[in-house]
């Protein structure tokens, strides 16, 4: 069965600070990669997705990740984080063809200080 | 359009009491979901379905059972509450495309004391 590892579990920054949050998947095969955040009171919400081409996607309020298959990773990252991030994200993966359930990290809980 | 709706928003039960908590989504999806929500460990499948009158264990399935008689609608059960089944309950639901995200519900909120 596929996992998904979220190394960071707690993440503090400033404002205008960079933001990378790590994912690792255990899967040899072909997925499909998401991030979803859930901010404060409020269901999951989808912030973008992999599953074929352009190895880096690009997804709303500025995020972006990065596919590396070498490394089964797909990081997201954004150049300049507001207050308005502090949110809980989880890195999912759903395998192509197979089952068509979502697995989901541990999820990152990010908080952005004034 | 009101995508995925669940039913409690909030219930506190006492040990050994039974519920049911309805997903409805009004979206055609052929497939639905139910997570559990708990601290430090994510999201994690309960049960799924892939289609009216078919239903498939997730991770965590014990102490849970669910129905899907009609396709807008998922039921799940719990038949005897333990303190172990405190969480928040989702329910999602997507199309048949493997890459298409999950729309979620708001969420249950369950205490079982």
């Known amino acids: 069965a596929q996992s998904v590892s979220q190394h960071n579990h707690h993440v503090i920054l400033s404002e205008a600070a960079s933001l990378e949050l790590g994912c690792n998947y255990s899967?040899?095969?072909?997925?499909?990669l998401f991030w979803y955040v859930q901010y404060p009171g409020q269901h999951l919400q989808l912030l973008l997705k992999?599953?074929?081409?352009?190895?880096l996607v690009k997804g709303i309020k500025g995020f972006e990740a990065e596919f590396i298959k070498s490394k089964f990773s797909f990081n997201l990252r954004k150049p300049s984080v507001q207050w308005s991030d502090t949110a809980e994200y989880f890195c999912?993966?759903?395998?192509?063809?197979?089952?068509?359930?979502?697995?989901f990290g541990t999820g990152t809980q990010l908080k952005v200080e004034l | 359009n009101a995508g995925v709706t669940q039913t409690p928003k909030f219930r506190v039960l006492k040990t050994g009491q039974s519920m049911t908590l309805l997903c409805a989504q009004d979206?055609?999806?052929?497939?639905m979901y139910w997570y559990r929500q708990d601290p430090g460990m994510g999201l994690r499948l309960i049960h799924y379905?892939?289609?009216?009158?078919?239903?498939a264990k997730g991770e965590v399935p014990d102490g849970y059972n669910v129905s899907r008689l009609k396709k807008q609608n998922f039921l799940l059960g719990l038949e005897s509450a333990a303190p172990s089944q405190t969480s928040v309950y989702f329910c999602?639901?997507?199309?048949?495309?493997?890459?298409?995200?999950?729309?979620f519900g708001s969420g249950t909120q369950l205490s079982v004391l």
């Open positions: 999602a639901s997507r199309p048949v495309a493997t890459n298409e995200k999950l729309f």
């Open positions: 899967y040899g095969g072909t997925v499909n």
């Open positions: 992999y599953f074929s081409g352009d190895p």
């Open positions: 999912a993966v759903s395998l192509t063809g197979g089952g068509n359930k979502l697995t």
């Open positions: 979206m055609n999806h052929e497939y």
């Open positions: 379905s892939v289609g009216e009158g078919t239903t």
